[in-house]
């Protein structure tokens, strides 16, 4: 069982269309992290949220926008996407802390995006 | 800067026998270092982890790996492979205040 949940599992957009996907995480982490991940790919990392402050944005388009209302909620926001978006979503968290933390992540099951 | 090279983008192993996924990492500092399995449409999972504590690291489902510092290796086993071993598996390194940085991932096959 994963801590890290994610939703939905899946969806279908047309590039006209806005979705979210939506993660939680009760492991009291200080640290979330957005990654898409192609098949047979390593997952590439998108964004960083850290004391819920936006740390890192790995010049990923606009049509991406996440948001993070809250230490436990992570959310990425999508409006005009392409075909070549469709991916696997993967929602992770991890411990914060100079010295602290080994950069271990948590990740939650995902949410495969199919752009049409 | 930090980075980590899998030798062999897919190994085949038949059922009951010895499964080495290997990884090799580069590090100015000491790594901490991670293998991580995802099965088919699925997330992430931990299987092990090296904190600078025992260089033998076992984790779950029978999988271990010994970190080398002379080889800079962080090679992953299993004596005895099984089907549901079948996944693509991610070495991973990183240090204190700097993310994850994944390899290219080694698909498995176990054949029967």
């Known amino acids: 069982d994963t801590e890290v949940t994610q939703t939905p599992k899946h969806l279908v957009m047309g590039m006209t269309n806005k979705k979210s996907l939506k993660c939680e995480q009760h492991?009291?982490?200080?640290?979330m992290y957005w990654y898409k991940q192609k098949a047979k790919k390593p997952p590439e990392l998108m964004f960083v949220?850290?004391?819920?402050?936006?740390?890192i944005n790995e010049s990923v388009p606009s049509r991406f926008s996440p948001e993070c209302p809250n230490s436990s909620l992570l959310n990425l926001h999508l409006h005009a996407l392409q075909p070549e978006d469709s991916a696997l979503y993967l929602c992770a968290s991890s411990q914060v802390g100079e010295g602290s933390t080994t950069g271990e992540l948590f990740f939650g099951e995902g949410s495969r995006l199919t752009v049409l | 800067a930090q980075s980590v090279t899998q030798l062999g983008s897919h190994v085949s192993v038949s059922e009951g026998a010895l499964v080495l996924l290997r990884c090799n990492y580069s590090?100015?500092?000491?790594?901490?270092l991670f293998w991580y399995v995802q099965y088919p449409n699925q997330g992430l999972q931990l299987l092990l982890k090296y904190t600078s504590a025992a260089t033998l690291v076992k984790g779950i489902n029978g999988f271990e790996a010994e970190f080398k510092k002379s080889e800079t290796s962080f090679h992953l086993t299993k004596p005895s492979a099984h089907m549901r071993d079948a996944a693509e598996y991610f070495c991973?390194?990183?240090?204190?205040?700097?993310?994850?940085?994944f390899g290219s991932g080694t698909q498995l096959t176990v054949l029967p």
């Open positions: 949220y850290s004391y819920e402050k936006l740390s």
């Open positions: 991973a390194v990183s240090r204190p205040a700097r993310q994850l940085t």
């Open positions: 590090s100015s500092v000491p790594p901490y």
């Open positions: 492991m009291g982490h200080r640290a």
